[in-house]
């Protein structure tokens, strides 16, 4: 499986922003991809996982500000990102099983 992400950028603070994740190759479904963040000097964490249409789970931090969706025709997932704050900056990775897209970077000015 190959992942594709794309859609960052630079946002002021409390700004939207909308990543998207494509994948291509041996897939046959997009459940269970995940997003990820990595911020300057630290360890790369988990934001969320797409688990179906309607449900997802998604770290504490985000709740309320991001959500994820995924188009099965087109087999991508999506990141919304509102409200965006400048803890919020880093590079964000897509994520199936062993797989990793190639990150796209977000930053958030105060």
């Known amino acids: 499986v190959q992942l594709q992400a794309f859609g960052g950028g630079l946002v002021q603070a409390g700004g939207s922003l909308r990543l998207s994740c494509v994948a291509s190759g041996n897939t046959w479904t997009i459940r269970d991809m995940s997003w990820y963040r990595q911020a300057p000097g630290k360890e790369r964490e988990w934001v969320g996982t797409?688990?179906?249409?309607?449900?997802?789970e998604l770290q504490g931090s985000v709740k309320g500000r991001f959500t994820i969706g995924g188009d099965y025709m087109e087999n991508s997932i999506y990141l919304q990102m509102n409200n965006l704050k400048p803890e919020d900056t880093g590079v964000y990775y897509c994520?199936?099983?062993?797989?990793w897209g190639q990150g796209t970077l977000v930053t958030v000015s105060s």
């Open positions: 797409f688990l179906g249409p309607g449900t997802t």
């Open positions: 994520n199936y099983k062993e797989s």
